[in-house]
């Protein structure tokens, strides 16, 4: 199956930082989402983003699909931002669509 | 407001008892997914359905069921024969994927699942 792989694994910054999560997929793509997952574990959609750049106040997200590769840009970090944040991909198969996740990104700020 | 809802938040089982978790949308989409979620993991798919009264193995199925009998329920029933079942779980749903694909998966707020 297909692989997805999220760098990096952990990632602690002050309040105030940018950052960028990366993911990589081993296959062709139809779709491509990013989660944040707060404390809580509640699973918030970000991004829907198969190819491309779209902007969300300061988050911003790009895929390129060719390149099977997608980030998620985090401007000027606030604790709330804190959470795992995963990408989740599904791969080209009509009648059988389904995502696999990749294992996250565990993003901590300090204030 | 149109959601997905899971209940119980929590919910406590003794070995060798099935239990059944429920999930209930009302956002008129056609799919459905059973997500498992251990500590510090990703999410793996349980069992999905694309349509009402047919659904489909995921990754990890052994030691669950699911019905799918309604447009706007699907329960997952965690039996005894899945030997580690404490986890978090996690229901989605999606707009029909058939002709209209590329379509995003939203999540209910999960259960978690605790042997006693």
């Known amino acids: 199956g297909i692989q997805v792989e999220q760098s990096p694994p952990d990632l602690i910054l002050q309040e105030g930082a940018n950052s960028t999560l990366r993911c990589n997929f081993s296959?062709?793509?139809?779709?491509l989402q990013w989660f944040h997952q707060n404390p809580w574990g509640q699973l918030i959609n970000l991004f829907y983003?198969?190819?491309g750049t779209k902007q969300n106040g300061r988050l911003s997200a790009t895929t390129v699909a060719t390149e099977r590769y997608s980030l998620l840009y985090i401007s000027s970090s606030q604790t709330t931002d804190s959470g795992v944040y995963f990408c989740?991909?599904?791969?080209?198969?009509?009648?059988?669509?389904?995502?696999?996740f990749g294992t996250g990104t565990r993003l901590t700020i300090i204030p | 407001d149109g959601g997905i809802t899971q209940s119980p938040k929590y919910l406590f089982r003794k070995e060798g008892q099935n239990v059944t978790l429920s999930c209930e949308q009302n956002?008129?989409?056609?799919?459905m997914y059973w997500y498992r979620q251990d500590p510090g993991q990703g999410l793996r798919l349980i069992y999905y359905?694309?349509?009402?009264?047919?659904?489909q193995k995921g990754d990890i199925a052994e030691g669950y069921s699911v019905s799918r009998e309604k447009k706007e329920s699907f329960p997952l029933t965690v039996t005894s024969a899945q030997k580690n079942p404490t986890a978090f779980y996690l229901c989605?749903?999606?707009?029909?994927?058939?002709?209209?694909?590329?379509?995003?998966?939203?999540f209910g707020d999960g259960t978690r699942l605790s042997i006693l």
């Open positions: 989605a749903s999606s707009i029909d994927l058939r002709g209209r694909r590329n379509q995003p998966q939203h």
């Open positions: 296959d062709s793509v139809n779709n």
């Open positions: 983003i198969p190819s």
């Open positions: 989740a991909v599904e791969v080209v198969n009509f009648g059988n669509e389904k995502l696999t």
């Open positions: 956002l008129n989409h056609d799919a």
């Open positions: 359905s694309q349509i009402v009264n047919d659904f």
